[in-house]
């Protein structure tokens, strides 16, 4: 990739990313995308719940932020230079990874709410993971788009 390209080329990735991110997060929040990947995180929490006597805490702040699968996607999906092999298991991985830490962050912060209650030392444990939850995705694109980004910035192609 040369350098002049860089420009156009970045801005046309950007626009594919707002214009399929956008309405496929629409759709994930309307359409019941969302709701079925909740009962299925549900599914497989419920019996680790009951057998730790744990309860689920309504509007916590994890549910909102399960959308980041849509954004992950999309960026796997619009990455140059992936073969379709690297560019399925990535999506596949990345949502396992994804899924992984939702499944961990539920637990977390109904945790912290049955210790803490309601209160700001609960939050004060949950944040930090709200943080890592925003960045996983991207940190998982990070490493199957590597090459593309090698090639996008040459001094990452330095030792």
């Known amino acids: ?42 599914g497989i929490l419920r019996p680790f719940y009951r057998a730790a006597g744990l309860r689920h805490v309504r509007g916590n702040p994890v549910a909102p932020r399960l959308v980041s699968v849509v954004p992950f996607a999309v960026l796997m999906a619009i990455t140059p230079g992936l073969g379709w092999r690297r560019r399925a298991a990535g999506i596949l991985f990345g949502i396992l990874v994804i899924a992984g830490f939702h499944l961990f962050f539920f637990v977390l912060a109904d945790s912290a709410y049955a210790v803490f209650g309601r209160s700001r030392r609960a939050l004060a444990r949950i944040v930090p993971f709200l943080l890592l939850n925003d960045g996983i995705p991207f940190l998982v694109w990070l490493f199957f788009a590597r090459d593309f980004l090698r090639d996008l910035v040459p001094a990452l192609r330095e030792r």
């Open 1 to 42: 990739m040369s350098g002049r390209s860089v420009g156009p080329r970045l801005l046309l990735l950007l626009f594919l990313f707002f214009a399929l991110t956008l309405p496929l997060t629409w759709l994930w929040l309307e359409g019941g995308g969302q709701q079925l990947y909740t009962d299925l995180l549900w």
